[in-house]
């Protein structure tokens, strides 16, 4: 077929993948807030329960805030990645489908561990979720680091390590939160809040 000629690779558009994500990102992030569900009392009730209620929400709005932080830090993430991207092969094309894939995920997850935040399987399959979602960051970033003919421009040598460790901050806090929720479900969530905090320390590192 003229125009097609055979044994040339088809590649998507850079931008078509990443309206693609773009989009993906914003509909997760506005279906969290579908996961905090108010009791609707009668209007006799509502005057005597609603406080009581909207107190008992607190700790689905706190899993709400922290998925929303971590999946803007994955956001963040991709974008920078994308920085060096010039175009997409398939195999780059498939790992930014299977990050997808999780990322629609995690509004389910995180309904399930705002629900019951003192449940071991509820918050576990919320730290697999993130777990998964930033291992897939990881194997992206090496794809792109190891396939310099997608780049432009081609990252630096010196700075692969560092936004190796940067892909690699929410897979290991995931795994901290993992460890944490064997003793205390409910507090291992507070474990993201270190991701911010580890961001920052590491720009006094050296080497970092």
Request: glycine share 4%.
């Given at each position: 077929?003229?125009?097609?000629?055979?044994?040339?690779?088809y590649?998507i558009s850079k931008?078509?993948?990443?309206t693609?994500?773009?989009?993906?990102?914003?509909?997760a992030?506005t279906?969290?807030?579908?996961?905090i569900?108010?009791?609707k009392?009668?209007d006799?009730?509502?005057?005597?329960?609603?406080?009581g209620?909207i107190?008992?929400?607190?700790?689905q709005?706190?899993?709400f805030?922290i998925?929303?932080?971590v999946?803007?830090?994955?956001?963040l993430?991709?974008?920078?990645q994308?920085?060096?991207?010039r175009r997409?092969?398939p195999?780059l094309?498939w790992?930014?489908?299977?990050?997808?894939?999780?990322?629609?995920?995690v509004p389910?997850s995180?309904?399930?561990?705002?629900d019951?935040?003192?449940?071991?399987s509820?918050v576990?399959?919320l730290?697999?979720?993130?777990?998964?979602v930033?291992?897939?960051f990881?194997?992206?970033?090496?794809h792109?680091?190891?396939?310099?003919?997608?780049c432009?421009?081609?990252?630096e040598?010196?700075s692969?390590?560092?936004?190796?460790?940067?892909s690699?901050?929410v897979?290991v806090?995931?795994?901290?939160a993992?460890?944490?929720?064997?003793f205390?479900p409910?507090?291992?969530?507070m474990?993201?809040?270190?991701?911010?905090?580890?961001?920052y320390?590491?720009r006094?590192?050296?080497?970092?």
């Amino acid at each position: 077929m003229k125009g097609d000629p055979e044994g040339i690779e088809y590649h998507i558009s850079k931008n078509r993948l990443e309206t693609l994500v773009d989009g993906i990102f914003a509909f997760a992030m506005t279906l969290l807030v579908l996961g905090i569900n108010l009791p609707k009392p009668t209007d006799v009730l509502a005057p005597a329960v609603l406080t009581g209620l909207i107190e008992g929400l607190v700790p689905q709005v706190f899993t709400f805030i922290i998925a929303f932080l971590v999946l803007a830090l994955f956001w963040l993430a991709h974008h920078r990645q994308f920085h060096f991207v010039r175009r997409v092969d398939p195999a780059l094309l498939w790992i930014n489908i299977f990050i997808l894939i999780a990322i629609v995920f995690v509004p389910f997850s995180t309904d399930i561990a705002g629900d019951y935040p003192g449940v071991l399987s509820a918050v576990l399959l919320l730290h697999a979720n993130m777990l998964i979602v930033g291992l897939l960051f990881a194997v992206e970033w090496h794809h792109i680091c190891r396939h310099a003919d997608l780049c432009d421009p081609v990252p630096e040598q010196e700075s692969m390590p560092r936004w190796f460790f940067r892909s690699a901050l929410v897979p290991v806090v995931a795994i901290i939160a993992g460890v944490v929720a064997v003793f205390s479900p409910s507090l291992s969530l507070m474990t993201y809040l270190l991701l911010p905090a580890i961001a920052y320390l590491l720009r006094f590192v050296s080497w970092y």
